[in-house]
């Protein structure tokens, strides 16, 4: 009798939101203006409904074929621009105290205990240049000391948070001068050729590698949100060779599905696409309805 051929097994459902925050993002201690309070709720509310925390990277591995593992309700978390109070607490000059995304993450671990949720994870995307880093915490900050990079290594080797590749400059108004290749200063899609992406990804990656190594950052997330069409099209797809960006992120408030734009991949904005937990709560549930 012939051998009946061996129906594939179904691939496992895949259907992750990705959240987003940025830390820099105070203007008051309520949730809706406020980030850290808003994290340190939503990871109780991910919690209280069930759902499980898992590195970014799996979304990636899972969706490039990589790993087969049960995403069922899951979450992922990142956080964008790389100020110290991902992971330092800061006194903020208007708004007092604030707690680190990291100690936030910390505290939820003491107040749940660590059996909860046992792959709590953040993926913090940085800013690579330290010129750049400092105009902006002149320029747009406080002129604190908040774009340090001394705590990436720690961060990375804590296990909570991986360090990933926010670009070189943001190409932000706030640098002075052109950027490579005479680039106008204040949007990502002037990125529109070969020497500005080597010069604000491939550059980058290798400045943040050799800081957190033996980690290799493998993802990007667009600033400002901006896909330059060059950058989507031709530069991450064809020249990994280069850049060894295996996935890039921006804004487009929807879960990653199987079958998602690898170059282009979907993340809800905190303050943006959800201001309350009610709000993040109809999000999460229609998100990870199965
Ligand atoms: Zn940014």
């Known amino acids: 009798m012939a051998d009946r051929p061996t129906r594939p097994a179904p691939l496992p459902i895949m259907h992750v939101p990705v959240l987003t925050y940025h830390a820099v993002n105070i203007a008051g201690n309520d949730y809706a203006c406020n980030d850290h309070v808003a994290f340190a709720e939503d990871l109780r509310l991910i919690d209280d409904l069930g759902l499980r925390v898992i590195p970014l ?3 990636v591995d899972q969706l490039l ?7 069922s309700r899951c979450v992922a978390l990142s956080c964008d621009d790389g100020p110290n109070l991902d ?4 006194v903020h000059p208007v708004h007092g105290a604030q707690r680190s995304l990291y100690h936030c993450m910390a505290d939820f671990v003491a107040e749940r205990g660590p059996e909860r949720q046992p792959l709590l994870h953040l993926t913090a995307f940085v ?5 750049a880093r400092a105009h902006i915490d002149r320029g747009a900050l406080f002129g604190l000391d908040w774009m340090q990079e001394d705590w990436w290594a720690l961060a990375q080797r804590s296990g909570r948070i991986a360090i990933e590749n926010h670009s070189w400059d943001h190409n932000h108004a706030d640098v002075p001068g052109p950027g490579a290749d005479g680039m106008p200063r204040g949007s990502f899609l002037a990125v529109d050729n070969r020497a500005r992406a080597d010069a604000e990804i491939a550059e980058a990656g290798r400045y943040i590698d050799a800081r957190v190594t033996p980690h290799r950052t493998r993802l990007f997330c667009y600033p400002f949100g901006h896909i330059p069409d060059y950058v989507h099209r031709e530069y991450l797809p064809q020249h ?10 921006s804004d487009g408030a929807c879960p990653v599905g199987r079958g998602a734009d690898r170059w282009n991949l979907p993340r809800y904005i905190c303050g943006w696409h959800w201001k309350s937990p009610q709000a993040l709560q109809a999000i999460l549930q229609d998100a990870t309805r199965t």
Do not use: C, K, T
């Open 87 to 90: 992971f330092h607490d800061v």
């Open 240 to 249: 990994g060779d280069v850049h060894g960006i295996e996935a890039a992120f």
């Open 57 to 59: 990277q799996w979304v």
């Open 127 to 131: 800013i690579a240049s330290p010129d």
């Open 65 to 71: 074929g990589r790993a087969q593992r049960d995403l």
